[in-house]
């Protein structure tokens, strides 16, 4: 098959396409790398910096426009799948889909469905966007809902949605929003994760090594404000027993380096389920701080490994949690045992990879 992946989030199109290419098929990635974070990609489409750098990255994406054809599969990462505003992106989505086979949507992160379900019909206990019945009013949470609903983005989402081949959902939290409205071309498939070449070691460390990456940007949205705090009273308490490593906004392979031999890595404080960071820290044996909820396991038919710890969204539970695995670190190992076994049973990219190519071959015929 000929697949074209447009747009990138935290590496999952990049590690998609490892995958897709190592069974065969030809794949090409288009993006801005996801920012700072800078992921690989075949076809670079960054926005220059500038007051007239819309318009310089539009001309570029007009003049790519004849490669972006006859495509078997083209997936979106998200309706806004490049660094445009939304009013210009409805004439590139009729493009695609005029001159390719099969268009999908990503359900991945933020747009509109995940917005209006999280602020109107609350299925989740808690969210990017409510806890319980209370809706969050930090800065971004506030632009996020202005920026989504009702305005050319949501128009431009729904209009995706209805008219795409199928919609995959990389979260439970996502598939949670999009499944009730398309029931019957919503799927979950778990987030690909190159696993690493050899084993990791399971090694003990006289200190128990915390980790956590800090974008500046949106650091109370994801509430890694409140989880470095815990962190940080943690370490003052038990300076002996804990050491603390911080990566704040730095480029994936510098953040890859600084995770690397940590024991635990705290990330995104209110959600049910661990994303490609955790995931990818999770494949090298370092335990994940965060979202584990019951859901997130049985999405997954997940009967017997725990590895994560779930935290709910409060400073307390955090503090309490990290305190606790510090006081008895003779629970790292199993933790990380469990953690390697985790992301080789439901995240291998190439098993992830046949779940796409499943997903997309029966979507087409129906």
Known sequence: MRILLIGEYSNVHATLAEGLRHLGHEVIVISNGDFWKAYPRDIDTSRPPGRWGGLRLLTKIYG??????????????????????????????HYLRKYNRHVFLGGFGMDWYWVNACVTQKPLRYSDFNIGE????DPDTLRERHDWLGTAKERLNRLIAEDCDGIITGLYEYWVCYHPAFPKKTAFIPFPIKLPEAKPLISQHPKVVIFIGINR?????????????????????HPQEMELRIAESVP???????????DAILDQLYSYTPSMNPLLAMSKGIICIGGGEPENYEIINEHELRPIINV???????????????LHPERIPTLKQQSIAY????????????????????????
């Open 64 to 93: 790519l426009l004849p490669r972006l054809r006859g495509f078997d599969v083209v997936q979106l990462i998200n309706p806004m799948f490049f660094e445009l505003k939304a009013e210009r992106l409805f004439y590139l989505y």
């Open 134 to 137: 209370k809706l969050r009013s």
């Open 217 to 237: 940007e949106r650091s109370v949205y994801k509430g890694t404000d409140i989880m470095l705090q815990a962190a940080k009273d943690v370490l003052r308490r």
């Open 252 to 262: 994936f392979s510098k953040y890859q380096e600084m995770m690397n031999s940590a």
């Open 312 to 326: 709910e969204p409060t400073y307390e539970s955090v503090y309490h949690e990290l305190e606790q695995l510090v």
């Open 343 to 366: 992301v080789q049973k439901h995240h291998d990219y190439l098993k992830v990879s046949h779940q796409y190519l499943d997903f997309w071959s029966n979507q087409s015929k129906a």
